[in-house]
């Protein structure tokens, strides 16, 4: 089946650094792709939806300026937590979209 | 796009066969059903998807009513590597504007 690789697995960055998370489509080609954050014992939670070439379009409640999405390619879509606090520290997942979705194997982003 | 609602968590033995059941009163003519599974600290993982009646692979079976306000996924003999979250999502297959997790199911699977 298709592929969607996600990298890192997993982060540990310093109060107030970004990070930057990579969504890969190894064998296909994806016009969207999905952002998740899922924290312990909770479902994912949708975050933004990236589409190849434009803006990403955010859900309420997740600030754009602080989770940066850019999605310049077919089979890449990049995450940035900017400035980053302890309470990001969360497991962040990818999907993209061709006749199905295929999920990310997810980053675990801690912040200390 | 159409709520979906499952029971919160499930229980089992090995051998046995399990049932999760998922209700989307409100899904649209254009929707697939589609369910996942997820391990702690990995992304979802594609199980089964169908439209109606019902679809089977080498993995589990999908039921489907006439209907289509709910779904039945069925794992057959399930072993202790098949406790996880099971989620079942509805959704346009050709065009995924969102895709919206519910709660999911957590099953337990017991010696």
């Known amino acids: 089946g298709a592929v969607v690789s996600q990298h890192p697995s997993r982060v540990i960055c310093k109060s107030g650094t970004s990070v930057k998370i990579e969504c890969r489509s190894l064998?296909?080609?994806?016009?969207?792709m999905f952002w998740y954050r899922q924290f312990p014992k909770q479902s994912l939670m949708l975050m933004a939806t990236s589409n190849e070439g434009s803006k990403a379009t955010y859900e309420q409640g997740v600030e754009k300026d602080k989770f940066l999405i850019n999605h310049a390619s077919l089979t890449l879509s990049t995450l940035t937590v900017t400035s980053a606090h302890p309470e990001d520290s969360s497991f962040y997942i990818c999907?993209?979209?061709?006749?199905?979705?295929?999920f990310g194997q997810g980053t675990r982003l801690t912040v200390v | 796009l159409a709520k979906t609602t499952q029971p919160i968590s499930m229980d089992s033995y090995e051998g046995q066969e399990v049932n999760i059941t998922c209700s989307h009163n409100n899904i649209a003519t254009n929707d697939y059903i589609t369910w996942y599974q997820q391990f702690p600290s990995q992304g979802p993982r594609f199980i089964i998807q169908g439209y109606k009646t019902k679809v089977t692979n080498e993995v589990a079976s999908l039921f489907i009513p006439a209907d289509r306000k709910s779904s039945t996924l069925s794992l057959p003999r399930v072993s202790l590597s098949d406790t996880a979250v099971y989620y079942c999502l509805v959704g346009d297959i050709g065009g995924y504007n969102k895709l919206i997790f519910g709660a999911g199911t957590r099953l337990a699977v017991h010696p």
């Open positions: 999907s993209a979209v061709s006749t199905e979705a295929f």
């Open positions: 064998d296909f080609q994806a016009t969207t």
